[in-house]
């Protein structure tokens, strides 16, 4: 799986409950840029309109080649999701403080295909917890470290 784009600080400002695998609805020039790197789904999150789970504010940068052709380059990109999920998403995304975000896109057997996690909000107190917790790992590597140094 080559991975094309990531969402850099999803795992910072988010808790994933659930994670789901999506294809991608789109166009030929979108395919080549994408196969070039050209994305970004910093921006970008999912939603569930009319049934049909869609990709907001995702960019894909304009295939140079495309000329008149070419896309827009945020436009809304229709995910593939079996009906079973979808619905399962309706309910768990219409409770407050739930949300979708999309965390890499990537081919996988030469489709193109978007990793979409359930996720909550972290509150403040919850990030300061997280960097405590990485700080105090960090002081017994360091700690470790040392004492083999001397022994």
């Known amino acids: 799986m080559k991975t094309i784009c990531s969402h ?9 409950e659930e994670k789901y695998e999506a294809g991608l609805v789109l166009k030929g020039s979108e395919v080549k840029s994408l196969r070039n790197g050209n994305a970004s789904v910093k ?27 070419n896309h ?30 999309p965390l890499r896109i990537y081919f996988k057997n030469g489709i193109a295909k ?3 996690a359930l996720a909550k ?16 790992q960090r002081d017994m590597q360091k700690a470790v470290r040392r004492s083999l140094k001397r022994s």
């Open 43 to 69: 921006e970008s999150f999912a939603l569930i309109r009319e049934g049909e789970a869609r990709l907001v504010n995702c960019y894909i940068a304009p295939y140079d080649a495309a000329n008149t052709l």
């Open 114 to 116: 978007l990793e979409l």
């Open 72 to 101: 827009d380059p945020t436009r809304e990109r229709k995910l593939l999701l079996n009906s079973h999920e979808i619905r399962k998403l309706i309910g768990k995304t219409s409770i407050r403080g739930y949300t979708l975000v």
């Open 121 to 136: 909000g972290k509150k403040t107190r919850d990030k300061r917890e997280d960097i405590k917790r990485r700080e105090a």
């Open 8 to 16: 850099p600080t999803a795992h910072r400002d988010y808790i994933f």
